[in-house]
């Protein structure tokens, strides 16, 4: 659990963030929005006193950071950033072995570990990890550089902007393959990012920052339902709240019973998802299936009534 209280950073006359006090809890995905220059970055890098707050606390499973040297809270939480920050001389496992490296593990530990890491990224460990970072694509130096920040088996992940640079498609599965990690390795994990499809995506809760202070901390549902301000409301885009509270269910979730004609959609699909199949193909409903069998159907009129602003 991170404990962030009147965390408060000041340069000369200009406070960039303001007062802020959140918690994150265990497993949990904090994702911070807001417009640029807002003080995403900086109030994330007080976490692993990358920058150094000028007033207020920050406590990790109940211990203030300040009690132990900065470089070694830093090893214990992994970092990963826009651009991936690649060493570029280093190979692909050198990379990745960085900060295992750096706490002493045995070879043949980190050489394991490297592998697992490559293999969960689907990136072949025979094919890629003596492979410097410009052999690459951006979007496997992206997974390279989210597996390194993973390497050492932190409690804690912070990124920032980690699939900014990322064409759509591959930043979807980077996305996709952000969550499978956290699921099965059960790490906290605080990502900054401008996009709020994004936030809304992977975010357990979503923090809201705007000129240094947090003006709203809840769950993706909640800040569509109920936007604090003006301006969370702005953020998320007036048109596109129906969607985007579409998108947090999956078709599993509201199956009915019933037949109907055509195609069937995977009951993995979000909400969103099926309701575009529903506008498209002009059916008012569509048989769902799991694992290949059908298992009901989902209706316009069930989906058009989930849209609808809560009650
Ligand atoms: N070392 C520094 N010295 C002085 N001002 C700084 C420093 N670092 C950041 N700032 C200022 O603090 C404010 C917040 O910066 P920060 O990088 O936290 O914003 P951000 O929300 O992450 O922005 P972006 O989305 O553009 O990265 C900005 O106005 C920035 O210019």
Known sequence: MIEIDGLTKTYEATTVVDHVSLTIEKGEICVIVGTSGSGKTTLMRMINRLVEPTAGTVRIDGR??????????????????????LFPHRTVGQNIGTVPRLLGWEKPRIAARVDELLSLFQLDPALYRDRLPSELSGGQQQRVG????LAAEPDILLMDEPFGALDPIIRSKAQDDLLAIQKRFGTTIVLVTHDMEEAITLGSKIAVMDKGKLLQYATPAEIIARPATDFVNQLIGTGDRPFRLLSLETVLDHVEPGEAAGDAIDASLSLRDAYAECLWSGRDAIPVEEAGQRIGRVTLSRLTALAARPQ
């Open 64 to 85: 203030d950071t300040r009690d132990r040297p900065a470089h070694q809270l830093r090893r214990q939480i992994g970092y990963a950033i826009q651009g991936h920050g």
């Open 146 to 149: 989210v597996a390194r920040a």
